[in-house]
């Protein structure tokens, strides 16, 4: 008798679980990592987290990839040859730690604004813009400038938060859901699982983006809208709600800048500024009394529309009004749009019934009582269960700040901003409008071996705040701040290398940048940025850009042109804290925040990039970062720094477990065991607020409390929404010749037409500045849902999926052009051409084609073979962008921006598609391949 083999089914895969913050993409969601011998074998998502609940998406499973990627750097690198050519030598740390010293040091003592500092998509920016102040250099910030900066700041200069991870909707109990632009980024595992509950409940999903993939192929109505007039689209919503009366009058009345009076004093200096009482108060006319009133006095009887004439002769209008008369215009009527925006007149004015039906006649009612800044009670909660989100398809335009405010300006007027059922602030948000930080980097705030008297980058609320000398030249390098990005409140990232190469407006001395691809995917105008990278000064020999100095995890294409490489960990290596001081995890329901925790030691000679930081900050002596002694403050690193740094008294990079015994939130002193604590509860901190806090937040009494004793603001003052923007019309009367600073003649005209008060539309800069009829479409990416950036497809899973990228074209628009499927097609824009593959469909606005974001690399990098199918085949809508826009009148070439924040306008290209040969199967441009660095074996 032979007997039966025993087949373990289920071996134990793992002897120990840890737990940690996945950063596979932007949303940071709690994982648990297995491990066996302490080798990773599996990621799973943590069930208790807050943010994902146990869900984890394809990228984050495979985060194993990632860490165990055959293009992770092991070592620091000196470069040896010309830069491009791939010629590194390995040092030690200690040698590349004093050579970056000595250089920083250098630039330092003589001019620190010769310091360059920009990262990618850290998350770590809570730290680096402290470590920039400490340097004492104005020049530095984070990628925010060619993401969706303009998405960012039109919140925080309208309703005191943001789309982005800053706020959601109420997944909960909204029954209509509009998304603009959003794919896949910057809310992946939670807009997943929020449009999942509303599937579940039934509620109307209506997704606004040119193509329909991602999100889009799961809503209840497409809206294939043409790139770049969303707001259009929107402002004739916002048109037949007026003209049909549907609006919240109530909370505009109360909650609003709407019955603000608004000076009407044409061609004089303070025309379109509000009227201040004599309390320091806006004025507003009180329809009882017939007369003006203080804003802080008058409540109810407020008037919001009308012009009245002041006691002493002063024409005014309230701000409802004027927006009023601009919306009620027949330019704005569905029918005048319909066309530049491919959406039929009649789908904008059902879908703005309906709107109008599920706010004002579906509404949600919580059995709330809560109470108003102005002492009012108010018995129960009640929301309009209208919400709406947006990214990048908004923001990536020259009109994306205008637009984004236009969304803004229709979620005010219907009152969803963190009503029941509406668009939700998370903590740190609401915050003041704008927030009251202000940029640093004037001439006389920036001396040798000082620090910055405030921090590089903040909200400007009038032309005496640029960052600009007496002839108006920018202080910047990015030029951020300046009369060419008067709010770029994230600074200019895509213009920092094009702008140092021509010492435009200074040439600088260092580059430093961490994980930030500016030679490939994240570079606007790719063969000119190389160019730049390795321009020589033909007197001297030397590189234009003296030094780079560059950090990174892996063997991307910005590698080959630095000349010193600080090996980065992965991100199960290291110490994190997503911090309420930067970019946090908070819920709608309350504020949150988390740590990474080593899961695995690395085994190479390689450190975090923020203890490197801190590391070069004591051996530079910088205060912060150096103790009295002269010894470095923070000598455990990151996870010391975490623990111990205080930005204010008793307010540290971690909210939740201060105060010596750990039993304090928000404010305490720091804890020894805090990151222990935060291990134990998973790696994250979750606050959640009382029912009588979770709404209405910007003017709830209860929660504005609160938030000032947990440190999220300074003081409990009531946040009103600003549907009439102040700041940009004190820009507006400068570009018309009032004030004492004034813009060059050469940027009077668009500053008039981009700084408007009152949300507003123009077409995209580089459509009305070519020949519209020689490049008639539009050219756009998406963000693919197997990957993030450009990290994703270097990975051995993700690339399984998504191993090159193929040009989408609509059935009826190749066919007009004998353009069959799989087809080479050449598109050409007014700056390049390329060649690619095309693949066609019916889920896109027949005038746009499209492909996925970063998916093609250049050969002999990120660890790939040469003939990978990345680079052979794969292919980058970025030859085709330029970071410059067509040669205006007067000479100047203003940047590919919008022109209020400085937004990179990728999504303004405009191309001419035709049909090509096919060359051996090769996409165009193939750029001569780069020597592989040496990286982890
Ligand atoms: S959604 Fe993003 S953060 Fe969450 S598991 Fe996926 S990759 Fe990770």
């Known amino acids: 008798m032979t007997s039966t083999p025993v087949i373990e089914r289920s071996p134990k895969t793992w002897d120990e679980t840890k737990t940690t913050t996945c950063y596979m993409c932007a949303c940071r969601c709690g994982i648990k990592v297995y491990l066996k011998d302490g080798s990773i074998t599996y990621i799973e998502g943590n069930r208790d987290h807050p943010v994902n609940k146990g869900v984890i998406c394809g990228k984050g499973a495979a985060g194993i990839k990632q860490h165990t990627s055959p293009s992770r750097l092991s070592k620091p690198l000196l470069r040896v040859g010309e830069r491009g050519a791939g010629e590194f030598k390995e040092i030690e740390w200690d040698e590349a730690l004093s050579l970056a010293t000595r250089w920083f040091s250098d630039v330092r003592k003589s001019d620190p604004k010769k310091l360059a500092f920009f990262t990618g998509r850290d998350q770590s920016q809570g730290l680096t813009s402290w470590w920039a102040t400490q340097f004492g250099t104005p020049n530095y910030a984070a990628h925010g400038g060619f993401c969706s900066v303009n998405m960012a700041a039109a919140g925080l200069y309208t309703f005191g938060g943001a789309f982005w991870e800053f706020g959601e909707p109420d997944w909960e109990h909204t029954k209509y859901f509009m998304l603009f632009g959003v794919a896949e980024d910057h809310g992946s595992n939670p807009i997943k699982a929020g449009i999942g509950k509303l599937k579940k409940r039934g509620a109307k999903f209506v997704s606004i983006n040119p193509i329909k993939t991602g999100y889009s192929a799961v809503a209840d109505e497409w809206i294939g809208i043409r790139p770049g007039t969303d707001g259009l689209f929107v402002g004739a919503l916002i048109h037949e709600l007026l003209a049909a009366g549907e609006i919240d009058a109530p909370s505009l009345r109360d909650f609003t800048n709407a019955a603000w009076l608004v000076r009407d004093n044409l061609d004089h200096a303070d025309h379109g500024l509000f009227l201040i009482g004599e309390d320091g108060q806006p004025l507003v006319w009180d329809g009882v009394r017939k007369a003006p009133a203080s804003s802080a006095d008058v409540i109810e009887s407020r008037s919001l529309l009308g012009r009245y004439v002041l006691p002493d002769g002063t024409k005014t209008a309230t701000s409802l009004h004027l927006i009023a008369e601009r919306y009620l215009d027949q330019s704005w009527s569905s029918e005048a749009v319909e066309t530049r925006c491919g959406v039929p007149a009649k789908t904008i004015k059902r879908i703005a019934a309906e709107l109008a039906h599920h706010a004002f006649h579906e509404k949600v009612e919580l059995d709330v009582p809560w109470t108003d800044h102005y002492g009012r009670t108010h018995k129960t909660m009640v929301g309009r269960p209208v919400s709406m989100h947006a990214m990048r398809g908004i923001s990536a335009h020259a009109n994306g700040f205008q637009t984004c405010r236009a969304v803004h300006l229709l979620q005010i007027l219907l009152g969803t901003i963190d009503a029941p059922g509406g668009f939700r602030y998370k903590a740190p948000y609401p915050r003041p409008i704008p927030p009251a930080i202000k940029p640093t980097g004037k001439s006389g705030q920036v001396f040798p071996n000082e620090p910055l008297p405030g921090p590089p980058l903040g909200f400007i609320t009038s032309p005496d705040d640029l960052l600009i000398d007496e002839k108006g030249t920018p202080q910047r390098i990015d030029k951020a701040y300046s009369w060419d990005a008067p709010l770029a409140a994230h600074g200019m990232m895509h213009m920092v290398i094009t702008n140092a190469a021509k010492k435009d407006p200074y040439g600088i001395d260092v580059l430093f940048m961490y994980m930030a691809n500016m030679s490939w995917n994240s570079a606007m105008n790719v063969p000119d940025t190389i160019k730049y990278l390795t321009m020589k000064d033909e007197t001297t020999g ?182 009439y923007c102040e700041p940009l019309q004190k820009f507006k009367l400068a570009a018309e010749g009032h004030g004492a600073v004034q813009p060059p003649e050469t940027h009077r005209k668009r500053l008039i037409e981009a700084f408007d008060p009152i949300p507003n539309w123009y077409p995209p800069f580089e459509g009305k500045m070519i020949d519209e009829t020689k490049f008639p479409m539009h050219a756009v990416t998406q963000r693919p849902m197997a990957m993030y950036h450009a990290w994703g497809s270097q990975n051995q899973w993700l690339r399984q999926i998504l191993g090159r990228n193929w040009l989408y074209i609509a059935h009826q628009r190749a066919a007009s052009l004998g353009i069959k499927d799989g087809d080479w097609v050449t598109l050409t824009s007014h700056h390049g051409q390329i060649r690619a593959q095309a693949k066609l469909m019916n889920g896109v606005n027949p005038d746009t084609v499209w492909t996925w974001n970063a998916i093609g690399k250049r050969s002999g990098t990120w660890g790939l073979e040469n003939n990978a199918p990345e680079s052979k085949q794969g292919f980058l809508l970025n030859h085709l962008i330029s970071e410059l826009l067509p040669e205006r009148e007067g000479g100047y070439r203003f940047s590919n921006s919008d022109p209020v924040t400085g937004q990179a306008a990728w999504y303004d290209l405009r191309v001419r598609l035709e049909k090509a040969a096919d060359v051996n199967g090769l996409s165009a441009p193939q750029f001569p391949d780069l020597k592989p660095v040496r990286a982890a074996q």
């Open 542 to 723: 030397d590189y234009v850009i003296p030094k780079i100095i560059y950090s990174d995890a892996y063997a991307s294409e910005m590698v080959h042109y630095a000349d010193l490489i600080l090996p980065d960990t992965t991100y199960l290596e290291r110490w994190d804290c997503i911090s309420l001081l930067d970019r946090p995890i908070s819920e709608a329901d309350g504020p949150a925040d988390s740590i990474r925790q080593p899961v695995v030691a690395p085994d190479r000679d390689v450190r975090p990039f923020q203890t490197v930081l801190l590391d070069l900050g004591a051996r530079l002596g910088l205060p912060g970062m150096t103790t009295a002694e002269g010894k470095p403050r923070y000598p455990g690193g990151y996870e010391d720094y975490i623990v111990n740094h205080e930005r204010a008294p008793g307010i540290g990079p971690l909210a939740g477990y201060r105060g010596v015994d750990g039993t304090l939130s928000g404010k305490g002193a720091p804890n020894p065991d805090q990151l222990k604590r935060y291990i134990k509860n998973g790696c994250h901190f979750f606050h959640e607020l009382a029912p009588e806090q979770k709404y209405f937040k910007h003017v709830n009494k209860i929660y504005l409390d609160f938030a000032t004793g947990f440190g999220l603001i300074e003081a409990p003052n009531a946040i009103i929404h600003q549907l």
